[in-house]
T-cell receptor, first 113, second 116 residues
Framework: QKEVEQNSGPLSVPEGAIASLNCTYS??????FFWYRQYSGKSPELIMS????GDKEDGRFTAQLNKASQYVSLLIRDSQPSDSATYLC?????????????FGGGTRVLVKP | KAGVTQTPRYLIKTRGQQVTLSCSPI?????VSWYQQTPGQGLQFLFE???????NKGNFPGRFSGRQFSNSRSEMNVSTLELGDSALYLC???????????????FGPGTRLTVL
């Protein structure tokens, strides 16, 4: 079992709709969770961080964390063609000293006009 | 505030050679992590440096090494290059982890290494 799992997609979403991305992780000691967006040929860009159970909203993005179910999700509201990218879920096991991210394989999102 | 910078952006090397990549973190960030990204394996952690000390290391052979300088700039070195080392090498900087959680990491543009 991979430490961080994501559906590879592609997730095809009509423009203006909600894109829902899911991520599960295997290690219960994980404490910090991040979503990165990566355009083709570019480096990952941090879009959301979440540390506590519940929802966190930032603009059109909402991250949801459920530590009991070891599940973190990302919602993109009013999806735009510019949201077409690969979204990477990353987990930091803070019990180990330092910053060490374990990434999922990414979900490719396609927003169709 | 300037972002993370990496040099060079592109490199072409042949098998058996060695390579050194450089990373300058965001001003004020003292933690620098290195990652390798390939189509087959995705993004994998190489190592992290903080205050010139390697604090974490991923599952890569000893051919991969790094160091950090007193100004927080970091370099990574790959010796005896193999074809499989062709990848995008990413550097990320962050503030030190907080007491109860890791901290946000910000990536540089990466160095694309091609080994022929």
């Amino acid at each position: 079992q991979k430490e961080v799992e994501q559906n590879s997609g592609p997730l095809s979403v009509p423009e203006g709709a909600i894109a829902s991305l899911n991520c599960t992780y295997s290690d219960r000691v994980s404490q910090s969770f991040f979503w990165y967006r990566q355009y083709s040929g570019k480096s990952p860009e941090l879009i959301m961080s979440i540390y506590s159970n519940g929802d966190k909203e930032d603009g059109r993005f909402t991250a949801q964390l459920n530590k009991a179910s070891q599940y973190v999700s990302l919602l993109i509201r009013d999806s735009q063609p510019s949201d077409s990218a690969t979204y990477l879920c990353a987990v930091n096991k803070v019990k180990a000293a330092g910053n060490k991210l374990t990434f999922g394989g990414g979900t490719r999102v396609l927003v169709k006009p | 505030k300037a972002g993370v910078t990496q040099t060079p952006r592109y490199l072409i090397k042949t098998r058996g050679q060695q390579v050194t990549l450089s990373c300058s973190p965001i001003s004020g960030h003292r933690s620098v992590s290195w990652y390798q990204q390939t189509p087959g394996q995705g993004l994998q952690f190489l190592f992290e440096y903080f205050s010139e000390t390697q604090r974490n290391k991923g599952n890569f052979p000893g051919r991969f090494s790094g160091r950090q300088f007193s100004n927080s700039r970091s370099e990574m070195n790959v010796s005896t290059l193999e074809l499989g080392d062709s990848a995008l090498y990413l550097c990320a900087s962050s503030l030190p982890p907080l007491r109860d959680r890791g901290n946000e990491q910000f990536f540089g543009p990466g160095t694309r290494l091609t080994v022929l």
